[in-house]
């Protein structure tokens, strides 16, 4: 007698990937990845396009020892697969107006603030996310890296650039690591200081994370946040988006 042994399927094995779940799985997910997680917009076949396209690039910026026509190629790819989603809304938000404020003094006298909402911090800080997740996990996990109570950081304007630490988890941070001032231009305010362009860099400059509740950010945190800069004596803020 033969004995035929069924061959039952080996649960250790992941299921097969098509492109389409591989391309949702850089948004917020297993493989996040904040620089392609676009590509979820895109359908099956552009998906395909993209990669191939994309292959090439990067088979070219090896031959030409160049990455620039790679990086054109992949903000093409967001700006195209981004824009369709971008709605116009039928009704305007219900924001109350901003009162139109002056700047009081020429800005060569003015004292000037930096505000960001890209979660700046230094080093011997709070980070905005447990410890215990790294960058890659808080990205995933991305409700564990939202603050229900907008918290703030003070960074002193003699703060080093290596002391200074950014953990956003919606924008791509990659760059601001390399050089900070492309979210929090610290040095380059320094330098406008010393040129003459304004006044003074405040001695007290901040930061917070943008992911947060928008109304308590509004109705409680911001006026406090104006006040607190009025209390610094700043004439002018800067404001920086994460």
């Given at each position: 007698m033969v004995d035929h042994q069924i061959n039952a399927p080996d649960s250790s094995q992941p299921e097969p990937l098509?492109?389409?779940?591989f391309a949702a799985s850089l948004y917020h997910a297993g493989r996040a990845d904040?620089?392609?997680k676009f590509l979820k917009n895109f359908s099956e076949e552009d998906l395909a396009n993209f990669v191939q396209g994309l292959l090439q690039q990067v088979g070219d910026a090896i031959d030409d020892g160049s990455t620039d026509a790679l990086a054109r190629f992949v903000e093409q790819g967001q700006v195209a697969a981004y824009v369709p989603t971008q709605i116009?809304?039928?009704?305007?938000?219900?924001?109350?107006?901003?009162?139109f404020a002056p700047l009081r003094k020429p800005l060569r006298e003015a004292t000037v603030a930096l505000f960001s909402s890209g979660a700046i911090y230094r080093d011997d800080q709070e980070p905005y996310y447990p410890a215990d997740?790294?960058?890659?996990q808080a990205v995933r996990e991305v409700r564990k890296a939202t603050e229900r109570?907008?918290?703030l950081r003070v960074i002193p304007a003699e703060t080093p650039e290596e002391r200074l630490r950014v953990g956003h988890v919606a924008y791509?941070?990659?760059a601001a690591r390399k050089d900070i001032n492309v979210i929090f231009p610290l040095t380059r305010f320094h330098e406008l200081a010393q040129e003459?362009?304004?006044?003074?860099?405040?001695?007290?400059?901040?930061s917070y994370h943008g992911l947060t509740n928008i109304p308590r950010l509004m109705q409680e945190s911001a006026p406090q946040w104006a006040q607190m800069l009025r209390d610094d004596g700043v004439d002018a803020v800067f404001?920086?988006?994460?």
């Open positions: 098509s492109l389409k779940d904040n620089s392609f116009p809304a039928p009704f305007r938000p219900d924001f109350p107006d901003a009162p997740l790294t960058y890659e109570f907008p918290s791509d941070i990659r003459g362009v304004i006044g003074a860099l405040a001695q007290r400059n901040y404001l920086t988006p994460g």
